[in-house]
Nanobody, 129 residues
Framework: EVQVVESGGGLVQAGGSLRLSCVAS????????VGWFRQAPGKEREAVAS????????WYADSVKGRFTISHDDVENTVYLQMNRLKPEDTAVYYC??????????????????????WGQGTQVTVSS
């Protein structure tokens, strides 16, 4: 089982930027697919972005397309989520998901939480208006 740890959350004003990091512990992401999800209070967990590392294919939710960028660094064994032009509605706990279990690839479109077997503890992102 892949252990993942997120970091990089914080408080930022609307229009600002943050970069979230997801590090795999005890293994490497390798060619795996990794996803970022978020959950706001009172709402269901929703997919934000995903990347299939072996070919770099990515998927983005419509709500973040053009503002967020997912990428991976094989040397650092880290997947990043660069978030620009943040909006108050982006406020949520952001989770990294790895250890894909259903054959999901980023070019399949929106992932489901059930596509992944390992989750981080989450990192809070708060965007003030």
């Amino acid at each position: 089982e892949v252990q993942v740890v997120e970091s990089g959350g914080g408080l930022v004003q609307a229009g600002g930027s943050l970069r979230l990091s997801c590090v795999a512990s005890g293994t490497t992401f390798g060619a795996d697919t990794v996803g970022w999800f978020r959950q706001a209070p009172g709402k269901e967990r929703e997919a934000v972005a995903s990347i299939t590392n072996d070919d770099g294919t990515t998927w983005y939710a419509d709500s973040v397309k053009g503002r967020f960028t997912i990428s991976h660094d094989d040397v650092e064994n880290t997947v990043y989520l660069q978030m620009n032009r943040l909006k108050p509605e982006d406020t949520a706990v952001y989770y990294c998901a790895a250890d894909e279990t259903t054959g999901y690839y980023a070019n399949d479109g929106e992932p489901s939480p059930s596509d992944f077997g390992s989750w981080g503890q989450g990192t809070q992102v708060t965007v003030s208006s």
